[in-house]
Nanobody, 115 residues
């Protein structure tokens, strides 16, 4: 099994930045891709970004160059750098890891973009 622990959410003003972290522990050798989803109140969970084991990345259309996903293999951690945040980015952000046996999820971290 893989356990994921998120950190880095909070309240930020429009135009500000946040960096989310997701630390993995357990059977991490089975992880082949990881990323982030988000879910705003009353909406479905949407993909934000993903990164594969060989470093390929993909982003949701609404990211528009504002976010960047990265990984630190030595620390078994991946990050989501979010810049130029907008009120519509307000959501609970969930990290995930794709394993050979399925998908593991983090507990979620709240990101609120507001004055």
């Amino acid at each position: 099994q893989v356990q994921l622990e998120e950190s880095g959410g909070g309240l930020v003003q429009p135009g500000g930045s946040l960096r989310l972290s997701c630390a993995a522990s357990g059977d991490i050798f089975t992880v082949y891709a990881m990323g982030w989803y988000r879910q705003a109140p009353g909406k479905e969970r949407d993909v934000v970004a993903l990164i594969t084991s060989d470093g390929n990345t993909k982003y949701g259309d609404y990211v528009q160059g504002r976010f960047a996903i990265s990984r630190d293999n030595a620390e078994n951690t991946w990050y989501l750098q979010m810049n130029s945040l907008k009120p519509e980015d307000t959501a609970v952000y969930y990290c995930y890891a794709d394993l050979l046996t399925g998908r593991a999820w983090g507990q979620g971290t709240q990101v609120t973009v507001s004055l």
